[in-house]
């Protein structure tokens, strides 16, 4: 069974930093996109950064310059560094992988969520 585990959330003062992990666990035979959402409170839910199985990257305007999405294949680990932290990206960040368990089969898989709380 394949499972999706993120951390690193956490209260942070603006201006600073936090690096999200989200680690694949079980039988993976490989890995295609992974991707970061968030979703803030009384908000839709909204593509923060993905990253292929290639490297290539893809970061939401509303984060670039700022947010950096990078994988570790070797550790089926996907991450998400956040620097300069507004109080605007509070929200609960989620992972969602597409994972192949085997080679005849693609599934999509989500993270519980990690909570990231900037304050002023």
């Known amino acids: 069974q394949v499972q999706l585990v993120e951390s690193g959330g956490g209260l942070v003062q603006a201006g600073g930093s936090l690096r999200l992990s989200c680690a694949a666990s079980g039988i993976i035979f490989a890995i295609n996109d992974m991707v970061w959402y968030r979703q803030a409170p009384g908000k839709q839910r909204e593509l923060v950064a993905a990253i292929t199985s290639g490297g290539s990257t893809n970061v939401a305007d509303s984060v670039k310059g700022r947010f950096t999405i990078s994988r570790d294949n070797a550790k089926n680990t996907v991450y998400l560094q956040m620097n300069s932290l507004k109080p605007e990206d509070t929200a609960v960040y989620s992972c969602?992988?597409?994972?192949?368990?085997?080679?005849?089969?693609?599934?999509?898989?989500w993270g519980q969520g990690t909570q990231v709380t900037v304050s002023s």
């Open positions: 969602n992988a597409q994972i192949s368990p085997t080679p005849w089969n693609t599934n999509d898989y």
